[in-house]
């Protein structure tokens, strides 16, 4: 079931967090600057400051008090221009979920809460790439960062596809 998060929710929120993150990004291992980042992160207390501002918006699928994901809207931010609409920050998904439609799911409530004229980026080396290109959305550029001393090359992607 999606519904919104709860502040219940944020001890959960932080470890599925970390969890998610660290599976899609220390693909070679644990390194301190991974670990590092995570612990600083992804705490209980990012997530309770993000159900207190008023431009996020933070969904939840659980089953019987089970989080199997998440997803964190960002009403104010923008890509480029004003077309591309709002922000989904984070679209994540425990292991053990993936493959049952719940990134779907929780892109269709999103569309319906919200609007369905966002954007979002994922790294360039993430299987979740395959995913938005089959739900038709638009490349629409690249957003890159860097982090500690690499730079992280991220695909952009649009839901608006016309």
Do not use: P
């Amino acid at each position: 079931m999606i519904r919104d998060a709860l502040k219940d929710d944020c001890i959960n929120l932080a470890v599925l967090g970390l969890q998610v993150w660290l599976e899609t990004y220390a693909v070679e291992g644990i390194r301190t600057e991974y670990s590092r980042y995570v612990i600083d992160t992804f705490t209980e207390e990012y997530f309770i400051n993000l159900l207190e501002k008023t431009n996020y918006r933070l969904l939840v699928s659980e089953i019987e008090g089970t989080l199997q994901g998440f997803v964190l809207v960002n009403l104010d931010s923008r890509f480029e221009e004003e077309s591309n609409g709002f922000e989904i920050e984070k679209l994540y998904v425990h292991r053990n979920f993936k493959g049952q439609g719940l990134g779907r799911q929780f892109l269709t409530e999103v569309g319906q809460r919200y609007g369905n004229n966002f954007w979002l980026y994922t790294w360039v080396e993430n299987e979740s790439n395959q995913f938005y290109k089959h739900l038709g959305f638009k490349h629409a550029g690249q957003l890159n960062f860097e982090f500690s001393n690499t730079l992280i090359k991220n695909n952009v992607f649009t839901s608006n596809c016309t």
